[in-house]
């Protein structure tokens, strides 16, 4: 039997009226109901029961301040905007919800959504998340239409989608659920609807599902481009856009632009006109023009990432025509000379087959016991967050030291061949070991060369470093940080470029020499250290011919962390946190000063994104509830002071409206609105029934639970 976990109905209430109450504080006009959810059915309800429609009495309904004073629902557990008829602000402009729905979405979201989503984040319009997660709801302040009817109801997009507008006299009379989920803006200046439609395209999407009628069928020849007078990546390029529907997201059409403007500059722009062609999203050449404009040359993204793609869908890269026959003579001529070897009894030419041995298993040849095997390993992260002196806690533990807290371990010693661009840092982390925690003999353990760009040869010359320090056996651990350090490659984003360095150091020192191979790069800059899913930065060839990859974060905290991405084996656990330690030393300058050196260490420990997301939330809860207790204790006390002031005080409770008792109308009306403008955040919806308890307990602990109630 399945377990269903329901969010709490006074937190899911809580959510809801969050949002109504932004609604209600810049439409007092606007009038609410509830919801109850039966399966996929949304019911709405008025004060006398089931049932919302355009001929509903506003009087059945709930008004703002109604909202305000909720501490739940009266029926079900959210609330919703009524929209059955239009709201108008005393300026003349519509409340307007676009709901946008994706609940039957078959492909990827439109082109039109996006630009729309793109749009409301930039210029922080409200938006929450619908209750079934697959659709979005735009709250916004629109301007009189023009044109009657200028805007439809429902704008439908294809592949399942489609944009349905309520609030405007010619929209479908409909009460929208609030459901308070990642909530995010608020309401901004009015805005002509119908011309946002234009430019984010919903109303060209929408035209395009119509019936078209005199339209050809035919697709532009995309083989013109592929002249035998086209220089030869030119046309390698036209061949692999074959591959690349011109349909796919913006973002990977922008990137395609971008590769084709790097490679061959305004030559590649009709390249990329011709190809976009093809697809039903084609603005024509002008946007065309206006996007290619934007990009820099020899910036950004590099003809591999086109490959890329292409190869993804398919594609083969051909060989020049200059070096190579066609497939079918290569092979002929492969069959002929295996015959003719056979024939002289020369030895076997085809390529070594394994003998299968299917009755046992070889184990994973660990580094870390239950985390990091032995592996070609490309480790990412931001420049500064600490890449070296994690790795060289890890080289610690495979030389066998183990520190107090250190929670990983090696079964086997191994040295470690650190080529780095900043050998200074490195002996001071070694230096901190060896003082602080007594290790002596960590020269036996650790080689550290100065990191320079080099070319493919003079770097394979490492391959006799790695022999002369293997012990007892075991190959050293080759540490090359960083990759642009090491490697003197002009444009890291070329994958022919990349791939020449990583394709040789992993034949001829990992494959052939076996020994283990740890590369250290960068990721992009506008990568937040707080991705935990970031990959390298430039050509995909960095992580392609890896066997490991990993990504080095921080949280919130600046708690460094290690998560393994992509491996061909299972390990136990597949993320290490680093605490760091810090050890000041006093030196002496050539001068004769003292100065002031800082030492870093990393301790390892067993982490897991569990773990790290249970912390997380332990903090974000602690310090949710000192919230608020603060605001509650502020909000008391600006009642307190309002007693204090104005002597006999009443406030209603609870979501009724009955008329006041005579004895109590000569009383102070406090209502929520006050509190709310006098005391700032008071209003957040998570805090607000936690505000409404304090000052009914503190107040009024024996008071009703329902209607005017005296606070003394």
């Excluded at 509903?56 to 703002?64: E, I, K």
């Excluded at 020899?298 to 066609?326: C, Y």
Aim: aromatic share 8%; charged share 25%; net charge negative.
């Amino acid at each position: 039997m399945s377990i269903i976990t329901e969010t709490p109905q006074n937190d899911t209430f809580s959510q809801s009226q969050s949002v109504a109450c932004k609604i209600g504080a810049v439409a007092p006009d606007a009038v609410f109901c509830t919801f109850a959810l039966q399966g996929n059915k949304k019911i709405p309800y008025k004060r006398s029961g089931q049932g919302v429609a355009r001929d509903t009495d506003p009087a059945d309904l709930y008004n703002a301040e109604d909202v305000w004073a909720m501490e739940e629902a009266p029926h079900g557990q959210y609330l919703g905007l009524v929209q059955q008829r239009p709201i108008i602000s005393p300026s003349g402009n519509y409340l307007v919800c676009l709901d946008v729905d994706m609940k039957h979405a078959s492909g990827p979201t439109n082109v039109a959504i996006q630009r729309m989503a793109k749009y409301v984040k930039q210029n922080k319009m409200l938006t929450e998340v619908s209750v079934s997660g697959r659709g979005r709801h735009v709250f916004l302040w629109v301007k009189a239409p023009a044109v009657k009817d200028q805007v439809l109801p429902k704008y439908k997009l294809g592949g399942g989608q489609e944009l349905e507008v309520f609030g405007l006299p010619n929209s479908a009379g409909k009460s929208v659920l609030l459901s308070g989920k990642s909530v995010a803006g608020e309401f901004q200046e009015a805005v002509n609807l119908h011309e946002l439609l234009m430019d984010w395209g919903i109303i060209e999407q929408h035209q395009l599902q119509e019936p078209k009628q005199n339209l050809s069928n035919e697709r532009f020849d995309f083989t013109q481009m592929l002249s035998k007078s086209a220089p030869d990546e030119m046309a390698k390029a036209a061949q692999a856009l074959q591959y690349i529907s011109p349909d796919c997201d913006y973002d990977q059409w922008i990137e395609i632009g971008q590769a084709l403007h790097s490679e061959f500059g305004e030559q590649g722009c009709s390249l990329w006109d011709t190809w976009s062609q093809g697809g039903s999203k084609y603005e024509g050449t002008k946007d065309i023009e206006v996007h290619w404009k934007s990009f820099h040359q020899g910036k950004g993204v590099g003809i591999g990432t086109l490959f890329k793609h292409a190869k993804d869908n398919g594609w083969e890269a051909p060989t020049k025509q200059t070096e190579r026959k066609s497939a079918v003579e290569d092979f002929a001529a492969v069959i002929s000379q295996a015959q003719a070897s056979v024939a002289e009894d020369a030895p076997d030419p085809s390529w070594p087959e394994l003998a299968l041995d299917l009755t046992k298993l070889n184990p994973i040849d660990y580094l870390i016991e239950g985390f990091m095997a032995h592996s070609f390993f490309i480790l990412a992260g931001q420049p500064g967050v600490g890449k070296t002196t994690a790795v060289l806690s890890m080289c610690m533990v495979m030389a066998g030291f183990s520190v107090e807290g250190c929670e990983i371990y090696a079964k086997k010693k191994r040295k470690s061949i650190i080529v780095t661009e900043d050998s200074d840092q490195v002996i001071r982390t070694l230096f901190a070991y060896s003082k602080h925690y007594g290790i002596n003999n960590l020269n036996d353990w650790f080689v550290v060369i100065d990191a320079r760009r080099s070319n493919v040869k003079d770097l394979l010359r490492l391959a006799h470093n790695i022999e002369r320090h293997t012990f007892n056996g075991i190959k050293p651990l080759l540490v090359l940080d960083t990759a642009n350090a090491t490697m003197d490659i002009d444009n890291e984003n070329d994958n022919s470029e990349v791939g020449a360095y990583i394709a040789a150091i992993k034949q001829t020192i990992f494959v052939q020499q076996k020994a283990p191979v740890c590369i250290l790069t960068h990721t992009n800059k506008t990568i937040s250290r707080q991705d935990s899913d970031a990959m390298a930065r430039g050509a995909s060839a960095f992580t392609g011919d890896a066997t490991l990859t990993g990504v080095l974060f921080m949280d919130e905290d600046n708690q460094r962390y290690l998560k393994l991405t992509k491996t061909r084996y299972e390990p136990q656990f597949r993320e290490i946190k680093f605490d760091s330690i810090t050890f000041p030393e006093i030196v002496l300058t050539p001068a004769g000063d003292m100065q002031e050196i800082i030492c870093r260490v990393a301790i390892p420990a067993m982490s897991s994104e569990q773990d790290r997301m249970a912390a997380k939330q332990s903090m974000q809860d602690n310090a949710k509830e000192q919230r608020i207790q603060d605001k509650c204790d502020e909000v008391c006390n600006h009642v307190q002071a309002i007693i204090n002031d104005k002597g006999n005080v009443i406030m209603r409770r609870g979501p009724g409206r009955p008329v006041v008792p005579k004895e109590l109308q000569n009383a102070y009306q406090l209502d929520w609105t006050e509190i709310f403008s006098s005391v700032k955040g008071s209003d957040a919806g998570y805090i607000r029934k936690h505000i409404g308890t304090a000052i009914f307990t503190r107040f009024a602990p024996n008071g009703p639970s329902s209607g005017w109630v005296k606070l003394a």
